[in-house]
């Protein structure tokens, strides 16, 4: 799929803004703080109902003004279609000009893959970042799974209040069986959606990754980590913790503090590995990303890199072109780079973007 335009009204720094985009590649540039990362952000908007960098949507209305509008025009394989996002004190999504009545709707009619530098963080820091990289992955190839996370957090949030109410009011404990069997059923999907995800991760990372390093030599693997099975395991380990959760006023296990790990010679990257080869892991990672969105779409989602080519050193660039022919995409820099013939060139300044 590819997006044709772009519309920004009183966007971050822009005013009025229209960006008509190539099929293949885009390169964006200027220097720092010029409005680049806005663009890359408006697209977000439109995929995923919402930014990934601010906290709250008013954020992104221009300063001074009341209210901000984007507008993606995209093509796919079998439609077009539009995807309008309106924010003042509310935030509103149209879909082909239909008023959407939950945000969660428009999730997966654009399908992104994004790079930025912070990607490394998946690997490095804790497995927040890991769960959330997995869980924006399946929420926009199946819309059922957003849902199931939102009530799992629902459930959780209404068990941890009643475990402080219960050290603090002394309520009754076997209140909580009713959310402990919810949790579990819960828990159950999301732990079969995401393994099922990170087995197809597993079928491509050593095909991916010898075609980064170039060899064949180190074996690399990724391990979905939770320390349940099956829906009775998920509630017995419930049963088991709650003498503890009454006492910390939280719940200490379920799908909220699984984890994966990447291990490169059968030793965990995070820990072992070196600079090089967390890199050349996060790369990999994000390159099986794409490998199962475009089979699941059977179509090639358009890729976003922030500022990410200046990361890749001359091996990896390489290596990550050769994987990314076919798909649009729509590169941010702050030093013109010249790709092939098919490429854009836009220039941006103070909130203007201009092809050049
Ligand atoms: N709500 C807003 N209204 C007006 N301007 C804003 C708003 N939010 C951010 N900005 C401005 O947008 C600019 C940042 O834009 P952006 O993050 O796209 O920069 P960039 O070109 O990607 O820079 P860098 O190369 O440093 O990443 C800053 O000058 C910031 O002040
Ligand atoms: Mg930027």
Redesign the pocket.
Known sequence: MHIKNILLENF??YDNQEIELNENINIIY?N???????IIESVFLCAYGKSFRAKKDQ?????DKENCKVEVSYSKIDREGTIKAEIRDKKTFFANGVKQNKISDIIGKINIVIFTPDDIEIIKDGPQKRRRFLDMMISSLRPNYLHLLNSYNKILEQRNNYLRQIKLENKNPSMLDIWDEQLSEYSFKIFEYRKYFVDKISNSIEDIHSLITKSGKEGIKIKYISNSKNKESFLENLKKSRTVDIKKGFTATGVHRDDFMIYINSRPVSIFGSQGQQRTAILTLKLCELKIVKEEIGDTPILLLD?YMSELDENRRTSFLENIKGNQVII?C?DRIDLENESSIYY?ENGICKKV
């Open positions: 971050r720094n200027g720092n703080a010029q409005g680049k990362t806005n954020e992104l209305i221009k300063f500022d941010t702050t941006v």
